[in-house]
Structure formats: C-alpha cells, structure tokens
C-alpha cells in the first residue's frame, strides 16, 4: 500500500468514523429521550386504566343494585321461597336483567350457587357456577374474575348481590369496548392478553397474539410489571413497546394488560440520522478523500520523486537528480538527497580507482611472483656457465649443453605464463550451438579420468546426470573449459582421495550444473574473492582459473554461485538458460 | 236498591252478550309461517321441518276421503262409509252427498280405490295427503273440494285461498286466507307487532311472553322430532352410546322447552304409534365415562335457531361432564348433528318409511322394525316431540286447540270478530 493511499484511507477512515461516532450519539441520546417519555406516557395510560376500572366497577355494582330490588328478581327470590320452586320459568330472566341493565353477565343463583338462569350461557342453568370465586361473600365493590363463555374465557369486572336468598352475579367484559375508553395518546394503545391466541384492542382481535406471549409469561411468572419490544413484522416501522401488567385476583393471574407506545416515528426518526449520518459519511469520505488527494499530491509528489531518483540510484544511473522545490523538510530532504547521490557518485570512483590501483599491484605482485620463479634458475643458469668459463674451461661444454636446457625449459615457463595472461586478456567470444550438456561433462570426465588416480590418488567421481539430454545454446568448446577449470579447482581441494559430484539438471529457464568436492571448503572470506582474477588459495596457479569460469558462464547468460564451509567441500552452480538473448 | 239489582242485571247481560258473539261471515284472515309451498303436489311430502305445515295448508284445499283423529284413529272425512269386498280388493268409498269440487263439478259416489293390502293400510293411505281427491282441469288448474280454493299461489312466498261457496259442509266463515311463507319467526313476531298477521308460530321461549299481550296461545300435537344425528362411518357405537347416556332430556324439557312438547326415545310419537313407549332412555354418566374413547366430535346445528341453539349448548354441557368434547363445527358433514324431523302426516308407517327413505334404511316391514332399525346403534337419538305453537289475535275466533291436536287446520270455523260481508 503506497503512502499516498495510506494517507488517503486515514483521512476518510477519520472522517467516517467521527460522523459515525456524532450519528451514533445523536441516536441514542434521541432514543433515550423519547423512551423517557413513552415511559411516562405508558405510566399515565396505566393510571388512566386503573380510574378506568375502578369506575367501571361503580358502575357494575350500581346496575348490580338495581337488579336486585326488579320485580323479575324479587319473583325469583318468592319462588325460591317455595317447597317445591320451579325456576323454569326463569330461564330468560338473567339475559333480561342484562339486557335492561347494559351488562355482559349476568347469573341468578341459588344458594347452592346452582345456576336457575345465565345470560352469557343460558344451557347452563342447573350447572354450579364455575367463575364465582367460593370464598367471597358478597361485597360492595367489584373485583376482576376470568368468566366462562362457551366461546372461552372473558375477564370481567365482578360484583355479587344478594336478594333473598338468591345471589346475583353482574359483571361487565373488559373488551374492546373498554379499551377503547381509555383515551390513549396518539401511537398508544392498550391490548387486553387472555390467553396466547385472544389478545384484543379496542379494534377487536389481535393479530399474531402469539408475539406476545413471552412478555405475558413473563408478567404472569413474576406477577410484576415487564416491559419489552415487539416486532410484528419485518417492516422497521412495524414496532412496539410494551409495558405488561398482570392483571390479579389474590393471586390468579386474570390476564395482562399491554400498555404499547408505537415505535413507529422513532424507528423513522432513528432511520433518518442514520441515512443522514451514512450520506454526511459519504460525502465526508469523498470530500476527505479530495482533500487528502490535493494534501497528498503535495506532500507525497516530492516524496515520489526521492523515491524515483533512489530507484534510479539504484538500478545505475548515478545521474539521477531529484528537483528542489520547496525549502521546507522536504525540499531539505531532496538538497540532501542529490548531495548524498554526488558523495556516493565520487566514492564510488575513488573505489573504482583504488581497485584498479589494487589490481594492477595484484597483477604486478602475480606477475612479478610468476616471472621470478623462472627468472631465478635462469639466473642461477647463467652465473653457472660463467663460473664454468672462468674456472672449468674443460667442462663448459657440458655445463653449456645442460645450461642450455634448463634456460629452454625456463624460458618454455615463462612463455606459458605470459600465454595464460594473454588468454585471460584475450578471452574469444564464445560461437553458440546447441550443446548437450551431458556431452560436454562425460568430455570432460574423459580428459581428466588419467589424472582421478594419477600420483596415488583416489578420487572417486559421482556423476548424476538428468534423464532428458538438456540441449542449450552454448559455446561446448568454452563450456568445457570452464567445467575443466572446476574440476582442476576440485582435484586440487582433495589432494589423496575424495569424490567429485557433477549433476545436471533441468531447471525452468534451461539447465543447471553442479560441481561438488568433498575437499576441506572455504572460509566466507576467500567464498566472497574466489572469483576475483589472480586470487588464489593454492601455492601455485595463477588465480585465473575461477575467473574464466565467471566470464565464460556470463557469456552465456547464466549464473555461477558457491557454497562451501569449512570441512565440508564446496559446491559450484551454474545456471544455464536454454535459449540465449539476442 | 232494585235500581242496583237492575243494573247488575243489565251489566252481566251485557257482558254475556259480547261473550256470547255470533260467528260472522267475512274478513280475510292474515296467516304467517316458515313453511314454504313451492309447488301444489301433495305427493311431494318429505322430513323437512315445514312439511307437516306445508299438508295443512293444502289440507285446506284438498280433501282426503278419511283422515286422522286426535288419537290416531282413522275417521270419516269426505267419505261417510265405506265398504269392500271378500277379499279386500276393491273398496268403494260413500261421499257425503257428492262433494261438489271447485271447479263446479261433483264427483261421484261410491268412490272406488283398489285394494290388494291390508284393509287398515288401504284406510290410512286414504287418509294420506297425498290421496286427497284432486282434479286436474283442461285449463290446467287443479280442483279439489276443500273449504278454501286457491285464488293466487306465488311458489315459495304466498298463497291466497278464498271461500269455497258450495263447501259440502257449509260455506267457511272467513272470506279469504292470505298465507305468507317462508317468513322466520322473528319476522312473524315482528308482523303481528304491527298488525300485519293474525295467526303466527311462535318459538317455545315466547310463551310467557306471548302470555302477556292481547292474543291467545295453541299448540298442535306434536308434529316434529328433534334427534341428534351420528355420522356412523365416523363416530364409534360406543362413543354414540356414550352421548345418549349424557343426555338430561328431563332437565331440557322442564326448563329449555317449558315443559312444551314431551321428552322421548322414539322417532314417531307414541299417539301416533302406539309403540313409542317401548323405547327408554336413561342418564348413566358413569357408563358413558367408560364407554368414551372418542376425543372429540365434531358437532353441527343450525345457529340461527334459538331453540336449537340452546338444546345444543345443553347437550355439549352433559357430554363434557362424561369427558366427551363437543366441538361446534358447521355443515353436513359433521359428525354429529342436531336435526328437527318432520313427521308429516299421522301414519307412522308413513312417516317412519319418510324417516328411513331421509337416512338411507331400509324400510321393510312393520313401523316398529323399521323404527328399531333406525335406532339400533344409536345412529339417531331422539330427544323430544314438539309442537307448532300458534299465536293468533284477539279478533280471531274458532281457532280451537282440538282440531290443532289433530294435526289439522279447521280453518272453515274460524271467524273475525267484528267481520263483515261486503
């Protein structure tokens, strides 16, 4: 990832993530705020319901005492009286009184509580009352009771009555009806849960009642208030918050009450930050990211052109220049860039200098070094024939004829000496064909078999070559050359015995050969100049050999590398492309 | 003090003579019923439950040549006499002085009927609405030599009879009979309220109310049967007999019914049948509790009859007390349903072969076996016989709960106080 983009990412990501964090709170402080207030609303609707009730209570047990002092009562009470009373005729009385009296229930008992007339279900008359809690005696004020209908429970507003010695029972529904008294607030309701499948509102029934069944269990395990959020669809508007009550007798849980706050205008509400909060984030982004673009294409341009004019460095052109301009710290950094290039650019001419200077000493050391050896006996020849002139006239001849040789083998030294220096300085360039490579090592291992075992050595030779004759394009003459110059290198790191390994391979790019001794290995240090010219580990060579080698692998595009411990041999690899440049 | 005596004496006098009023001719009487007359073939008789009315108002028209009494005794009617020969195969039938039809035509007497049956069944095929003595003219009316003629007939709505003056028991009192069918009980209470009809049914459960307003109460003898119905490819025998153990019919009729109509185990009334008597029910909640194994049955019974309604609500109250739920359900194909059957005339051989045709039995034999072979299973569970109640108006008069008993309509006696001939 580039700076510029890293630059560019910060700046958005800080943009983004500040509107994200200013939405957010704003959400939730909004949030919080009108739950206080549905709160408050829910607890005002709750109180309402409880006037509510109580009013309506008053009123059931007003109706309940007018029922009572009726002339149809009054007659059921004289049958009552009776021996043999026959409450038939009284079937329709219950259904009358309520509907007289504008009530939903209305039951005539006797004191066995036995019902002689229902008006909710008249086919029960005979049966005993199933919803008139036993243990109370009739009382003034009304209290919440589950009602039995044949179409399934009711929770009614209740109040018992005597007349004679008959009991009327009056209650009135809390239904639609009452719920729809309560004067709720706009996006607030009230819903009325009897069981998991009859939830009503002051519409009628509820749909899905069953979403509400675990607020319900909830309120009616605790017996305490429970609030939660419903969710009747998957529209976002489509919420509700609830606060259930359960409404108790004792300690029967009768129903529960849901106090609802519609969710509607906050969900809206909420939905409008967060779009605003999301656009405000993208044109934060993207006007963050034109100011980081303008900041960056300042700061970075500079920056780019240091990094250019390194590459450029880098890759040899050690005319690269960066361009000045600013005088701030990066216009600093660039006036010290191009003064560090113009410091690197003469170091490195002084080094070049100083290795040539180097060189030249080597090759004047070497040289010197070489030429001594036979200049010496040369020396030591010549004085001989004078001292034999001068002192043994008689035996000059013969010490002529031997002088004579020994300077010819001399002089033969010291035109193959000046012969290698000359093939190094005149090295030809290699004629491409294409070449075994394989061919090229068993050649060479042919040449040098004599020499594996010659002065009482034993140099084993492991040759591992690839299945597949890997054809190249190269010079075979200049090949085997340099793989002679890494055998010679090899036989002369094992002395006595060893084994040499030559392997050829096929590698992607073309071939790959290795030459491996099992002789007493290099030091980093003599790894890291064994290519250098005239190096050498050995008490004689010339120090060329390693270095032909190079120059005939660069010729042909390859690679040669070397590894090697102490004690472990060492290794040469040379990779070979299989179709050389133009 | 004898001025007293004398005003006393006028006052009861008075009050005699208004009592004592004289039928008079004239008027038109108002009639309403839930029966419908969709066409005039008295062969058309079937079990639904406006079929008994349906043969009284033609009774009016058509005559049969015997007919039913009170006790289910076969009597004259058109017919003064009748005689047959040896071997019961050809019976003629003496008229009363030659009935003279409403066409104008008279028909001859003897009238013969052929035989070739048991001689009690030949007489109570006589008395069958459907061998009433018809004539069908060129003009393609129908003639008959009933007290009333038909004057105008719109299938399924209304009828209007009028006075048949040459009646061969003496002209009717009553000019006219406007009949309106179909009309739902609700509908009937509401006309009379408004002084639309004259003589309406009532349900069971106006009674009292009825009691309280101008007007008087009359009931038929019974002329239908509410029974519960099994689906038997659905419902077990046992969880059949298990609902007939539950039902407190005694407790329905006292307080559901008014003591109106009798309790029964019998499709066919025991006036009728003679043998009603020998079909008992019992409560045996604690057989029924070991007998039930059904979960839950579907049970279906027309919601928009009240009485109906209410049995139905019993019944479902009983059965949950043996562990049996009842569970409302709709339509025909219910497995138990709470039906009212007509009994269409007064012969329980005809009605009970009716019964068998409307639930698929067989109908050989005697009424009994046939009975007993509707019964056997508990496929069917009478529960009560009932009555049509009528209500009529003050002003109606003659209108007599005897002849009602009979299962017959003596509309040529009734008369309108304060009628006039125009």
Not at chain 2, 279 to 299: H, V
Request: a neutral charge; proline letters at 5%; aromatic letters at 6%.
């Amino acid at each position: 990832m580039t700076f510029r983009t890293r630059l560019l990412l910060i700046s958005s990501l800080t943009i983004a993530g500040v509107v994200a964090l200013v939405t957010g709170t704003v959400s939730i402080l909004i949030r919080r705020s009108l739950e206080t207030v549905d709160t408050q609303r829910r607890s005002a609707m709750i109180e309402q319901f409880r006037r509510s009730l109580n009013g309506q209570g008053e009123e059931v047990a007003r109706k309940a005492e007018r029922a009572i002092t009726s002339p149809a009562i009054l007659r059921i009470a004289a049958e009552s009286a009776r021996p043999d009373a026959d409450f038939a005729p009284f079937l329709d009385e219950a259904k009358a009184q309520a509907e007289t009296l504008g009530l939903d229930f209305v039951e005539i008992l006797k004191p066995d509580h036995s019902i002689i007339s229902s008006a909710h279900w008249q086919a029960r008359y005979g049966y005993p009352n199933n919803w008139l809690i036993s243990h109370l005696e009739p009382q003034k004020s009304a209290f919440l009771t589950r009602v039995p209908t044949p179409e399934g429970d009711a929770v009614a507003l209740a109040t018992i009555r005597t007349a004679g010695p008959i009991l009327i029972l009056a209650a009135d529904r809390l239904d639609k009806d009452f719920l729809s008294s309560l004067s709720a607030g706009p996006g607030m309701r009230a819903l009325l849960w009897l069981n998991e499948n009859e939830v009503i509102s002051a519409q009628g029934k509820v749909e899905n009642p069953k979403l509400l069944l675990t607020l319900a269990t909830q309120a009616t395990t605790s017996r305490e208030s429970v609030s939660g959020t419903i969710h009747w669809s998957n529209e976002y508007r489509d919420k509700e918050a609830f606060l259930a009550i359960p409404l108790l007798q004792d300690s029967t849980v009768l129903g529960v009450l849901f106090a609802g706050t519609s969710l509607a205008e906050q969900m809206t509400l909420e939905r409008s930050i967060l779009w605003t909060g999301i656009l405000a984030a993208t044109a934060g982004i993207i006007l963050g990211s034109l100011m980081g673009w303008w900041t960056t294409e300042r700061v970075t341009k500079p920056v780019t052109q240091l990094a250019k004019g390194a590459a450029a460095i880098a890759a040899g052109d050690w005319t690269a220049r960066v361009e000045v301009t600013s005088k701030d710290e990066i216009g600093q950094l660039a006036l010290s860039f191009n003064h560090m290039t113009i410091q690197l650019l003469e170091q490195r001419d002084r080094t070049i200098q100083a290795e040539r200077v180097a060189a030249w000493r080597e090759l004047a050391r070497r040289l010197a070094h070489e030429l001594k050896n036979p200049l010496f006996p040369l020396q030591l020849t010549i004085e001989n024939m004078q001292r034999a002139r001068q002192s043994h006239p008689e035996q000059f001849d013969e010490v002529f004829q031997e002088s004579t040789t020994t300077m010819l083998h001399e002089l033969q030294n010291l035109k193959t000496i000046i012969g290698r220096f000359s093939d190094f300085a005149k090295m030809p360039k290699p004629q491409f064909e294409q070449v075994d490579i394989n061919e090229v090592v068993r050649h060479v291992l042919n040449l040098f078999q004599p020499q594996l075992q010659a002065n009482g050595r034993n140099i084993k030779v492991d040759a591992n070559l690839s299945d597949s004759s890997e054809r190249i394009s190269a010079d075979p003459e200049q090949l085997g050359r340099a793989l002679g110059n890494l055998v010679l290198n090899a036989l002369d790191a094992m002395p006595q015995t060893g084994t040499l390994h030559i392997t050829t391979s096929k590698t992607n790019e073309g071939a790959r050969l290795t030459v491996s001794d099992t002789g007493q290995g290099l030091s980093a240090e003599e790894c890291e100049r064994l290519f250098t010219p005239y190096y050498t580990t050995k008490h004689h060579g010339t120090g060329l050999g390693l270095a032909i080698v190079q120059s005939v692998v660069s010729d042909h595009g390859g690679k040669i590398t070397l590894t090697s411990a102490q004690g472990e041999g060492s290794t040469f690899t040379i990779d070979l492309p299989a179709k050389r440049d133009s | 003090m004898r001025l007293i005596r004398f005003s006393w004496i006028a006052a009861v006098s008075a009050v005699l003579a208004v009592s004592a009023e004289r039928p008079r001719y004239g008027g038109e009487l108002r009639m309403e019923t839930r029966a419908v007359l969709r066409n005039l073939d008295l062969a058309a008789t079937t079990t639904d439950p406006e079929a008994a009315t349906r043969n009284l108002i033609l009774s009016q028209v058509f005559e049969t040549l015997v007919k039913f009494d009170g006790s289910g005794l076969i009597v004259p009617n058109l017919a003064s006499s009748w005689t047959h020969d040896v071997s019961h195969n050809r019976w003629l039938f003496h008229l009363k002085s030659a009935p003279m039809g409403h066409d104008g035509a008279t028909w001859e007497t003897p009238f013969p009927m052929p035989g070739q049956r048991s001689p009690l069944r030949v007489l109570r095929d006589a008395a069958n609405p459907s061998a009433a003595l018809i004539r069908k003219n060129t003009d393609d009316t129908l003639a008959g030599t009933g007290p009333f003629r038909i004057a105008e007939f719109e299938p399924g709505k209304r009828l209007r009879l009028v006075a048949h003056e040459n009646y061969w028991g003496g002209r009717p009192y009553l000019d006219a009979i406007e009949i309106r069918m179909g009309r739902t009980l609700r509908e009937q209470a509401t006309d009379f309220d408004a002084g639309l009809a004259d003589i309406i049914e009532i349900p069971i459960s106006d009674i009292r109310r009825t009691r309280s307003i101008a007007g008087h109460n009359t009931f038929t003898a019974p002329m239908e049967t509410i029974a519960l119905v099994f689906d038997a490819n659905k419902v077990p025998p046992n969880a059949r007999e298990a609902v007939a153990l539950t039902l407190d019919r005694a407790s329905m009729h006292s307080v559901l019914l008014q003591k109106q109509g009798e309790p029964t185990a019998a499709l066919i009334p025991q006036w009728i049948s003679g043998y009603a008597f020998t079909f008992t029910s019992t409560r045996d909640l604690i057989k029924a509790r070991k007998l039930q194994q059904t979960t839950a049955i579907e049970f279906a019974f027309e919601r928009q009859d009240p009485l109906l309604r209410s049995i139905a609500e019993r019944i479902t109250l009983n059965a949950s007390e043996a562990g049996i739920k009842l569970s409302t359900a709709a339509g025909q194909s219910a497995d138990l349903r709470l039906v009212r059957l007509a009994l269409p005339c007064a012969d329980p051989y005809e009605s009970i072969r009716q019964l068998a045709a409307l639930f698929r039995a067989p109908s050989n034999g005697d009424a009994y076996n046939i009975e007993k072979e509707l019964l056997d299973g508990f496929r069917i569970i009478p529960l009560f016989h009932l009555p049509v109640i009528y209500h009529a108006s003050q002003k109606v008069r003659g209108w007599q709960s005897t002849q009602l008993k009979a299962r017959q309509w003596n509309l040529a006696d009734v008369w309108l106080s304060g009628a006039r001939r125009p």
